[in-house]
């Protein structure tokens, strides 16, 4: 059996995980001098309180090889194979520490470890819909190389946006690229973003939180073409992503199922991996088409 492996920027559940036999990688948080696991030093409830309340400012940071190892080798030893989706190289160093850490493992073992290494994309849910899509091929007894094809095979359908409520927290993490020109309005504006090529990518500005919702909703219908024309009309899948607001991702749901043919809809909240950039109160949502 092939078994699919993530970090925890993808933002899956643990109920998601339990039932897809996922396993994760904590990422680094990083307050100052003081280093956290996600999801396992660092609750969630945690992280945006010292988000808020910390004079210094938190970074996130790759897993050490060993980390990867840890949840590589009992299933491996349980005679299974691994696909592993990261985050991508040109955001983290998160795939190149797990192309160090299976070089040391085909090291030890004197052999090809039976491990795909996978180079992803995308972010948070977006990345979480393909280890999902790739763990119910693994479930269903496929390969290897058809859990990996069936991964890479929704970056064309894929579609990543986010609300903020203030370019603060992209300002004070560095990642705010081409959104830079907004700074000089960023208190009077709500920013909408889209995470594409492994960059933040800008959209547009709304003047209120209202017309942000409804230009989300809008997104859905026609996805931004930043990484090109998006695949698939089918039934959507889709998940609202969440900053700590999970009374306006109820509303976002409500809306979704109202107007669309949705075929999955799951809820999430950010995890630490994107809230450094978005702050409190941001809502996402990653979705694509069958």
Do not use: C
């Amino acid at each position: 059996m092939v078994r699919v492996v993530t970090d925890s920027g993808a933002h899956l559940s643990p109920e998601l995980r339990s039932k897809y036999k996922i396993g994760t990688v904590p990422l680094q948080v990083l307050f100052g001098t003081r280093a956290y696991r996600d999801e396992v030093d660092l609750s969630n409830e945690q992280f945006f309180y010292m988000l808020t309340h910390e004079k210094t400012h938190p970074t996130t940071s790759a897993p050490a090889p060993q980390d990867f190892i840890n949840v590589w080798k009992p299933i491996l030893d349980a005679g299974e194979e691994i696909v592993s989706l990261s985050i991508p190289s040109g955001l983290s160093a998160t795939f190149s520490s797990a192309v160090n850490a299976k070089a040391q493992l085909d090291q030890e073992r004197g052999k090809e470890t039976p491990i795909t290494l996978i180079d992803g994309r995308w972010l948070s849910m977006a990345m979480g819909f393909q280890a999902l899509v790739g763990a119910r091929v693994a479930l269903a007894g496929g390969s290897r190389e058809a859990v990996a094809k069936a991964i890479t095979g929704l970056d064309s359908r894929l579609s990543l946006v986010f609300l903020l409520d203030t370019l603060e927290y992209l300002k004070r993490g560095g990642r705010i690229g081409k959104s830079r020109a907004w700074l000089g309005t960023m208190f009077s504006v709500k920013p909408i973003l889209e995470i594409a090529h492994a960059s933040v990518e800008p959209l547009e500005r709304v003047r209120s939180r209202k017309a942000g919702l409804a230009r989300l909703l809008e997104l859905v219908q026609t996805p931004p073409p930043t990484n090109g024309p998006r695949e698939g009309d089918g039934p959507l899948h889709i998940t609202v992503l969440h900053a700590r607001a999970p009374e306006a991702a109820q509303q976002l749901e409500n809306e979704i199922r109202a107007r669309f043919n949705v075929a999955e809809l799951v809820m999430a909240e950010i995890g630490p991996t994107i809230a450094v950039h978005t702050g409190p109160d941001a809502l996402g949502l990653a979705f694509y088409r069958e």
